[in-house]
């Protein structure tokens, strides 16, 4: 799971946002592409080429730790198959955002780089991608792919990035559990009212047993896990620009008080108030948990001997919905090979890379209309996964890191207010998350 999710330092998600923006905006002024010019180098606009160039250049790339399986997976599949070479430098997850910050402010980005989804809208408001909207649209499947991806790399009209890697929330629940709480291991929660009336029936059993779990002091589990439960039922969290939060509906009010009724009546694992998202995705592997929203890159780390169920996150009274997290990636607007760069991205994206690679290695494809393949054929689970995607939402505000994400921001307040409290301080934290926001 990436960064979304992730712990951090204050101190260091401070800095290294301040090194990005002022870099970023060096990469503004050089390039020009904040008024539609085509970019320094080769990066810029781009000829509509669904396929790109394959003449042999080396072309670099970088990503975060985080998803490094999966970027090494695709190079090394595109490297033995192709003329072009890619060689990919893998960054600490922590250090990524200060790294492309200093790149850009010294013009010395690589030629593709991907980034935690959720941070790309700083990306593309700063000129650090190329536009890519031609080449995009120009691919044969370009309406399958992974559309709030696409979003959240849409700047002012333009396109600039691909999904890379999806990391999507799911429920996962205990099947054993479940058979030995009478409740039928293959009718997993439809609603947030069966969520909570099953979790409740398997903490029943008692011991060392609970129902449910979710990490209490991380903002970042809160918006993956939680947020899917409100799009579930048609409602936004966000404006569509990412200056307001909607976070204090009625709904979202129906979601806090779920949870904090489990905190209420101990249904909760021991832990979660304090849980910073360190640990928060090893508790149910230990098979003593009923249901809870899970990482989908997690269902391959599972014990073979859980027998584990998948379902989507529901909302109040139905429906279902997904935080499509994970990585995007562009090419880079200094990049003087953006044809190479593309034949990278677009065959990263092709039928074969994404069932042979991606899928093979039970991720999730980028892609709607490959949602049911060879490979997830024999796992009904991942068809579930691959299709939540078209459910899937990725939020767009360029202050997402110090509102959502920042240990000491105003999401975790309200999160922690109400749940852990009396719940009665939502308007007024969701009031500090706007000005949040709005900074």
């Known amino acids: 799971m990436g960064s979304t999710v992730g712990p951090r330092g204050r101190a260091g998600r401070l800095a290294t946002g301040a090194v990005a923006l002022l870099a970023a905006a060096s990469l503004v002024t050089a390039c020009g592409s904040g008024d539609g010019d085509s970019g320094g180098g080769g990066g810029g606009g781009g000829a509509a080429d669904a396929t790109g160039v394959d003449d042999g250049a080396t072309l670099t790339m970088w990503t975060r730790a985080a998803t490094r399986p999966q970027s090494e997976a695709l190079v090394k599949a595109y490297n033995a198959s192709h003329k072009n070479k890619v060689e990919l430098t893998v960054v600490p997850t922590d250090d990524y955002q200060a790294k492309v910050g200093a790149a850009a402010g010294s013009r010395d980005l690589p030629d593709l780089f991907a980034s935690d989804v959720v941070f790309v809208p700083n990306y593309t408001s700063s000129g650090l991608f190329a536009d890519l909207t031609e080449r995009i649209d120009a691919l044969p ?66 011991g060392d047993v609970n129902g449910t779990f979710f990490g209490g002091n991380c903002g970042g589990c809160g918006v993956f896990t939680w947020w899917p439960s409100i799009w579930a039922a048609g409602e936004e969290v966000l404006s569509e620009d990412g200056t307001e939060a909607l976070l204090a509906s009625a709904t979202a009010k129906k979601v806090y008080d779920t949870y904090r009724g489990w905190v209420d009546d101990d249904i909760v694992a021991p832990g979660a108030k304090d849980e910073t998202g360190t640990t928060w995705t090893g508790i149910f592997p230990k098979g003593k948990v009923g249901v809870m929203p899970m990482p989908s890159t997690t269902l391959g780390l599972m014990p073979k001997d859980l027998d584990v169920g998948v379902a989507p996150i529901p909302g109040p009274d139905g429906g279902k919905a997904t935080f499509v997290g994970g990585d995007a990636i562009g090419v880079s607007a ?37 949602a049911s393949n060879k490979h997830s054929a024999a796992d009904p689970r991942l068809v579930t996964i691959n299709e939540l995607v078209a459910d899937g939402h990725t939020p767009y505000a360029l202050k997402f890191g110090q509102t959502f994400n920042d240990p000491n921001g105003p999401w975790l307040t309200l999160m922690r207010g109400a749940v852990f409290g009396d719940g009665t301080s939502v308007h ?12």
Do not use: C, M
Not at 184 to 197: Q, V
Not at 428 to 439: F, G, P, R
């Open 428 to 439: 007024k934290d969701n009031e500090a998350v706007n000005a949040s926001l709005a900074d």
């Open 141 to 206: 499947f370009a309406e399958h792919l992974a559309q709030s991806h696409i979003k959240a790399g849409t700047y002012e009209d333009k396109k600039y990035v691909v999904p890379h890697t999806l990391d999507l929330s799911v429920l996962f629940y205990n099947k054993d559990l479940y058979r030995k709480a009478k409740l039928d291991p293959e009718k997993p929660p439809a609603t947030l009212t069966e969520w909570d009336e099953q979790a409740r029936a398997v903490d029943k059993l008692g």
């Open 334 to 370: 200094t990049s003087e090979k953006a044809d190479q760069a593309w034949n990278f991205l677009a065959w990263t994206l092709g039928d074969k890379a994404q069932v042979d690679v991606v899928a093979a290695h039970k991720d999730v494809v980028a892609r709607s209309d490959l």
